[in-house]
Nanobody
Framework: QVQLVESGGGLVQPGGSLRLSCAAS????????MSWYRQAPGKERELVAV????????NYADSMKGRSTISRDNAKNTVYLQMNSLKPEDTAVYYC?????????WGQGTQVTVSS
């Protein structure tokens, strides 16, 4: 069955860095657009970054531009999100998403907490 398993979240001080990973299985990973979303308490889920199926193009939310990099390894069926210069307002549950035509899959999320 389809699985998206996020890892790499945790507690980090302001200004710190984290690298999130999302391991995919159960579908043809290299055919899917992959994204990272986040949801803070009391807020709607929002897009953080997206990368094309082949990895040739990516886009970022304005709030994360210049501070994050999305990448993927199609040989390992894994997508990454490198986040730097983290701020308290980056605190949220981060979700991995796979999308292709009518197919749309979500991971269970990983908590990122930015606090001193």
């Amino acid at each position: 069955q389809v699985q998206l398993v996020e890892s790499g979240g945790g507690l980090v001080q302001p200004g710190g860095s984290l690298r999130l990973s999302c391991a995919a299985s159960g579908f043809t990973f290299s055919s899917y657009t992959m994204s990272w979303y986040r949801q803070a308490p009391g807020k709607e889920r929002e897009l953080v970054a997206v990368i094309s199926a082949a990895g040739g193009s990516s886009n970022y939310a304005d709030s994360m531009k210049g501070r994050s990099t999305i990448s993927r390894d199609n040989a390992k069926n894994t997508v990454y999100l490198q986040m730097n210069s983290l701020k308290p307002e980056d605190t949220a549950v981060y979700y991995c998403n796979a999308r292709r035509t009518r197919y749309n899959y979500w991971g269970q999320g990983t908590q990122v907490t930015v606090s001193s």
